[in-house]
């Protein structure tokens, strides 16, 4: 909880704590940096899908005929470009029946206002969308993202990150009080370029090797 708004999870498994830590530090080059954000999407992950609703289907095993358990409604994973590109394509495998609707936000690096460059899909409809970006910063680019989302009428959201900033959590609560958000680590505050610090740097650049 933070600032007495929805639902903030903050990750406390060690695994999750380790590997933040191996992403923050300078020297991880842009290979293990992707292989850590794809694990770490899968771990967070692995925990906002606590509830999706699950409907029974009778199955055959090689033995005998039981009551078994599919996977139900609609999911869509919002990766917000450059940087959630590394957090989809591991969840991705993770929830392969879930559809990917990438969305493309660019910080304006004076305003620190998004810019969206590409659009959610046209025509689609889910029940759930996951918004997957590592960085929770001012938290503008997450609220415009799930604005988007919301005009869809898409009635669940959460958003997965690795590291938010306290100024990224709050306003985001405030805007979307709705949303629960789910996080690897909460860090202590914004520098006066709107970066998270400790942090790890730019995400998108750490990824892709554009530093
Ligand atoms: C980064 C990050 C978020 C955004 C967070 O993206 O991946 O999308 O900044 O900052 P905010 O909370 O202040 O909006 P960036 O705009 O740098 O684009 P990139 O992913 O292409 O590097
Ligand atoms: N975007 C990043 O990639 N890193 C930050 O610290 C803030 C925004």
Known sequence: MLGGMVELAVSKHPLVAHKISLLRAVETEPAQFRRLVGQLAVLLGFEACRDLPLKSQPIRTPMTETQGVRLQGRLALVPILRAGLGMVHALHELLPHAEVWHLGMARNETSLEPVQYYPLPQGRQAERCLVLDPMLATGGSAIAAIHRIKERGVPTIKFVGLLG???????????????????????????????????????????????
């Open 165 to 211: 900033a306290p100024e990224g959590v709050e306003a985001l609560q405030k805007a979307h009080p709705d949303v629960p958000v789910l996080l690897g680590a909460l860090d202590e505050r914004l520098n006066q370029k709107g970066y998270i610090l400790p942090g790890l740097g730019d995400a998108g650049d750490r990824q892709f090797g554009t530093v």
